[in-house]
Each structure stands twice: as C-alpha cells, then as structure tokens.
T-cell receptor
Framework: AQKITQTQPGMFVQEKEAVTLDCTYD???????LFWYKQPSSGEMIFLIY??????QNATEGRYSLNFQKARKSANLVISASQLGDSAMYFC?????????????FGKGTLLTVNP | NAGVTQTPKFQVLKTGQSMTLQCAQD?????MSWYRQDPGMGLRLIHY???????DQGEVPNGYNVSRSTTEDFPLRLLSAAPSQTSVYFC????????????FGPGTRLTVT
C-alpha cells in the first residue's frame, strides 16, 4: 500500500520569497513516481511537476523544483519567488509500479497563502 | 483537443436517486480514472480502467458503478445516492506508457440531500 503524508495543513509566505511544501511517502515499490498538483479556488487540478524514482536529477519546472531525497522518502516542493497567484491548495501524489502505474494516491494537501 | 470533459458541473440529488456522471476524453488515452475529493481528504480513487471493456476498483468503490464501452467515455454511475457521496468528482486520463501525464477534468460538484 502507498501512503502520502503532507504535514503542513497551511503555510504562509511573503510575496517574492521562496517556500517549501513538505511531502513524505511510503511504498514498497522500486519503481514509482511523485507528482505535485496545484488546486486554485476555482477547483481545477493543475499539474506542476513530476519526479520518477530512478531520475537522478531533481525535477525543475520554471519556479517549481522538487527536492527528492529517496533515502528519506521525501519529495518536497520548492516554489521560488512566490507570487500572489500561487495562493492555492497543493497536493502531493504518488503512482506505484507495475499494475499501479496509472493510479494515484494523494496526500491531504497544504493550503498556501501568499501575502503581499 | 477538448481534453477531459465532465458533465454536469453541478448536481443536486435526493437520497436514493440514481444518476450518471459523464466523462469523455478526445486524446485516445487508454487509461481513465475517477476520483472523489472530500474536504481535508485529498483525492481518493473510486474506479479505474486500463482500456475499453476493462475496469477495476480503487480505494473507495462502494456505491459506484463504471463501464468502459469505448476508449473515449468512462461514465460513473451512482446507483442509490447517499449524503456520504456528497463530494467533488474528478475524472482523469493518461496515455499508455506515459504515466507521468495525468490529465484531469474540471470536476463535478455533487450534493446529496
């Protein structure tokens, strides 16, 4: 069974500062992948970044980077230079290997508020 | 491409009523899934399909039925609605071999009174 834990129900950050959203995971699969999604108040799920378990480099997408520490089973999202539009709910999710490739397990989310 | 579409956007049902949430994708994706999102719970997998004619249960399948007669469509049926099924429902699709690509629909907000 897979499990995703997001321990920060809410986070606050000042505009233009960096923020780290925590995510730890548990799985017995050797091959797996980790996702981060953003959900603004409008409700849609927006894909941000993906990291495969065998990827040697940490994933980056613009202002988003994923701090992947395999031994610690953590996959923290770092948002640099926060913007007011980054205020949203953020979900960490995981896919498993084999037959679980296409099934996602989600954490409970972190509500990020960016202050001007 | 319209991507993943879901209808309706909002729905109110009375306890015991049945209905079908529609999901369609025009990207020829083999894999499709249904999730529900409850406050404070994140998204949880209800049912999924790895191709036309093949479906399987996810984490919270009770009270829901699915079928996949075509690649494009993956409807979710509520057989006898209960207040516990009040939630936001998301459909997602993914192409074979690219499991890092998950496309979500806009969601359906369902209220059962």
């Amino acid at each position: 069974a897979q499990k995703i834990t997001q321990t920060q129900p809410g986070m606050f950050v000042q505009e233009k500062e960096a923020v780290t959203l925590d995510c730890t995971y548990d799985t017995s699969d050797q091959s797996y992948g980790l996702f981060w999604y953003k959900q603004p108040s409008s409700g849609e799920m927006i894909f941000l970044i993906y990291q495969g378990s065998y990827d040697e480099q940490n994933a980056t997408e613009g202002r988003y980077s994923l701090n992947f520490q395999k031994a610690r089973k953590s996959a923290n999202l770092v948002i640099s230079a926060s913007q007011l539009g980054d205020s949203a709910m953020y979900f960490c999710a995981m896919r498993g290997g084999g037959g679980s490739n296409y099934k996602l397990t989600f954490g409970k989310g972190t509500l990020l508020t960016v202050n001007p | 491409n319209a991507g993943v579409t879901q209808t309706p956007k909002f729905q109110v049902l009375k306890t015991g009523q049945s209905m079908t949430l529609q999901c369609a994708q025009d990207m020829n994706h083999e894999y499709m899934s249904w999730y529900r999102q409850d406050p404070g719970m994140g998204l949880r997998l209800i049912h999924y399909s790895v191709g036309a004619g093949i479906t399987d249960q996810g984490e919270v399948p009770n009270g829901y039925n699915v079928s996949r007669s075509t690649t494009e469509d993956f409807p979710l049926r509520l057989l006898s609605a209960a207040p516990s099924q009040t939630s936001v429902y998301f459909c997602a699709s993914s192409p074979r071999g690219a499991f890092y690509e998950q496309y979500f629909g806009p969601g359906t907000r369902l209220t059962v009174t």
